[in-house]
């Protein structure tokens, strides 16, 4: 690891603890020819079309139980009561339709990824899936389907894959031809313009125990602005601004800095405040395989699943598949739901996660011959209706699956688009998994989104430096 000038070795150790929080938003590129053939006119005129939605997916469902796509609400749904906050969503008096158990899992084997089955037969007492009804009820504002139409026509994959063209706020490539393709709607799906919540962390080991952080947590993408349309050709990609709560050791250390669109230009720059000698300093370059702290469940490039440069890899559009996947998870992250009954030895309480079949985009991601990382291979699972990774199967140099994740998204009514909730790293070799982004029992610091006093302003060195937000 590179540590810039001004770096002490205690920040250099903090900073890859705040990196699995923060270093999640916009891309990195990977390697890939200089561009990649555009969609023709004909092809993208399918788009919004009565057998295609406007972000490419299938509109129609299938006998096995994926949803017809309806796409009718936009923002609210009946039933909503507030403009903001936690809402139960429209689902939440269905019961599930089925159990998937280790003792039928095999019934359902084709629809399952190979991390659902690993967690099914290594906890058959505690890990079981329960799938409800499938819907796509929801869809993205007006405006998000306008930049995806323009993009099928415009966008690019260039400088080596260390960056794209096209206009930013909705997926580049509504109809991808390759890998590189792929992971960059992967990177780049609509959602919120900026967020702040205080989050908890909770790292569950083998024998019970936990371990818990806090975070005063808080992102702003320029280019997803409601208002404004930028480019994935403009210098930032995102910003991000981190403050520990606890554990009380790192009470008050702060991070904050932003990410490039293009990382041929630019790469991230990042700043921390140390309380002990109240100095705010430029950070280490962090990422890829740095594994988060304290646990070291995860690495800096799982958040979302995955995150940042994939650049490592050789990826791979396997293609579309019908999967049992987290969906619609309003109740994952329920207010009224105390971390004593959602965080449960070996994994979260199942009765909790509500799974759908939807069909999904896999992309795989193969270690370069040569270049490090802990994953020699990666398998992402992307929604097609939103390009959001879902689910992730991580595999170690010799080929065994290692490690799974998944996040419980929700459609936010204040952002008018699905938003990262609760995110869960299982780490199947030490039988332990860390829960994260968790603001169940936060109150009124639940999820804030779209706001328009979040500027520029709050993401700066000098902003580290400041109490609180």
Same mark, same amino acid.
């Given at each position: 690891?590179?540590?810039?000038?001004?770096?002490?070795?205690?920040?250099?150790?903090?900073?890859?603890?705040?990196?699995?929080?923060?270093?999640?938003?916009?891309?990195?590129?990977?390697?890939?020819?200089?561009?990649?053939? =555009?969609?023709?006119?004909? =092809?993208?005129?399918?788009?919004?079309?009565? !057998?295609?939605?406007?972000?490419?997916?299938?509109?129609?469902?299938?006998?096995?139980?994926?949803?017809?796509?309806?796409?009718?609400?936009?923002?609210?749904?009946?039933?909503?009561?507030?403009?903001? $906050?936690?809402?139960?969503? &429209?689902?939440?008096?269905?019961?599930?339709?089925?159990?998937?158990?280790?003792? !039928?899992?095999?019934?359902?084997?084709?629809?399952?990824?190979?991390?659902?089955?690993?967690?099914?037969?290594? @906890?058959?007492?505690?890990?079981?899936?329960?799938?409800?009804?499938?819907?796509?009820?929801?869809? !993205?504002?007006?405006?998000?389907?306008?930049?995806?139409?323009?993009?099928?026509?415009?966008?690019?994959?260039?400088?080596?894959?260390?960056?794209?063209?096209?206009? *930013?706020?909705?997926?580049?490539?509504?109809?991808?031809?390759?890998?590189?393709?792929?992971?960059?709607?992967?990177?780049?799906?609509?959602?919120?313009?900026?967020?702040?919540?205080?989050?908890?962390?909770?790292?569950?080991?083998?024998?019970?125990?936990?371990?818990?952080?806090?975070?005063?947590?808080?992102?702003?993408?320029?280019?997803?602005?409601?208002?404004?349309?930028?480019? @994935?050709?403009?210098?930032?990609?995102?910003?991000?601004?981190?403050?520990?709560?606890?554990?009380?050791?790192?009470?008050?250390?702060?991070?904050?800095?932003?990410?490039? %669109?293009?990382?041929?230009?630019? *790469?991230?720059?990042?700043?921390?405040?140390?309380?002990?000698?109240?100095?705010?300093?430029?950070?280490?370059?962090? $990422?890829?395989?740095?594994?988060?702290?304290?646990?070291?469940?995860?690495?800096?490039?799982?958040?979302?699943?995955?995150?940042?440069?994939?650049?490592?890899?050789?990826?791979?559009?396997?293609?579309?598949?019908?999967?049992?996947?987290?969906?619609?998870?309003?109740?994952?992250?329920?207010?009224?739901?105390?971390?004593?009954?959602?965080?449960?030895?070996?994994?979260?309480?199942?009765?909790?996660?509500?799974?759908?079949?939807?069909?999904?985009?896999?992309?795989?991601?193969?270690?370069? &011959? $040569?270049?490090?990382?802990?994953?020699?291979?990666?398998?992402?699972?992307?929604?097609?209706?939103?390009?959001?990774?879902?689910?992730?199967? !991580?595999?170690?140099?010799?080929?065994?699956?290692?490690?799974?994740?998944?996040?419980?998204?929700?459609?936010?009514?204040?952002?008018?688009?699905?938003?990262?909730?609760?995110?869960?790293?299982?780490?199947?070799?030490?039988?332990?998994?860390?829960?994260?982004?968790?603001? %169940?029992?936060?109150?009124?610091?639940?999820?804030?989104?779209?706001?328009?006093?979040?500027?520029?302003?709050?993401?700066?060195?000098?902003?580290?430096?400041? &109490? *609180?937000?």
């Amino acid at each position: 690891m590179k540590v810039r000038s001004g770096s002490t070795a205690e920040g250099a150790v903090k900073v890859k603890r705040m990196l699995g929080a923060w270093v999640l938003i916009g891309g990195l590129g990977m390697a890939a020819p200089a561009a990649m053939a =555009k969609v023709p006119a004909e =092809k993208a005129a399918e788009l919004d079309s009565p !057998n295609t939605t406007c972000m490419g997916a299938e509109r129609a469902g299938s006998q096995s139980g994926v949803a017809e796509y309806s796409g009718k609400y936009v923002g609210t749904w009946p039933g909503l009561k507030k403009p903001y $906050g936690y809402e139960p969503g &429209p689902y939440a008096d269905e019961k599930p339709q089925l159990k998937i158990t280790a003792e !039928n899992m095999d019934q359902y084997a084709d629809k399952l990824t190979e991390g659902q089955k690993a967690l099914l037969k290594k @906890y058959p007492k505690t890990y079981w899936m329960n799938v409800y009804p499938s819907h796509r009820d929801f869809r !993205n504002a007006d405006w998000v389907c306008d930049v995806v139409k323009k993009n099928a026509t415009t966008a690019e994959v260039i400088h080596d894959g260390l960056g794209i063209t096209g206009t *930013s706020g909705g997926i580049p490539f509504p109809f991808p031809q390759s890998g590189a393709e792929a992971i960059w709607n992967i990177i780049n799906p609509h959602r919120a313009h900026n967020e702040q919540a205080i989050v908890d962390i909770a790292d569950v080991y083998a024998n019970g125990s936990i371990a818990w952080g806090r975070q005063r947590f808080m992102t702003l993408d320029p280019g997803k602005n409601p208002t404004k349309r930028g480019t @994935y050709q403009d210098d930032i990609g995102a910003y991000f601004y981190t403050r520990y709560v606890l554990p009380e050791r790192d009470r008050g250390f702060t991070a904050v800095g932003f990410q490039p %669109n293009d990382f041929k230009k630019a *790469s991230t720059q990042a700043w921390q405040y140390l309380p002990g000698i109240r100095r705010v300093r430029q950070a280490p370059e962090v $990422g890829f395989d740095y594994p988060v702290p304290p646990a070291g469940l995860r690495t800096v490039d799982d958040d979302y699943v995955f995150n940042g440069s994939p650049e490592r890899y050789t990826w791979k559009l396997v293609g579309k598949k019908e999967i049992y996947v987290p969906y619609h998870n309003f109740k994952t992250n329920d207010t009224s739901i105390k971390y004593a009954d959602l965080i449960k030895p070996n994994t979260v309480n199942p009765e909790y996660v509500r799974y759908e079949l939807h069909r999904v985009w896999i992309v795989e991601g193969t270690l370069k &011959p $040569g270049v490090r990382h802990i994953y020699g291979k990666r398998v992402l699972f992307a929604d097609e209706d939103t390009w959001m990774a879902t689910w992730a199967d !991580n595999y170690d140099a010799r080929g065994q699956l290692w490690r799974t994740a998944f996040v419980a998204y929700f459609y936010s009514q204040e952002s008018k688009a699905f938003h990262r909730g609760a995110s869960f790293y299982h780490d199947l070799a030490a039988n332990a998994y860390e829960a994260g982004y968790l603001t %169940n029992e936060r109150g009124e610091n639940w999820w804030r989104l779209n706001q328009a006093d979040v500027t520029p302003a709050m993401f700066t060195p000098e902003a580290a430096a400041r &109490p *609180s937000h």
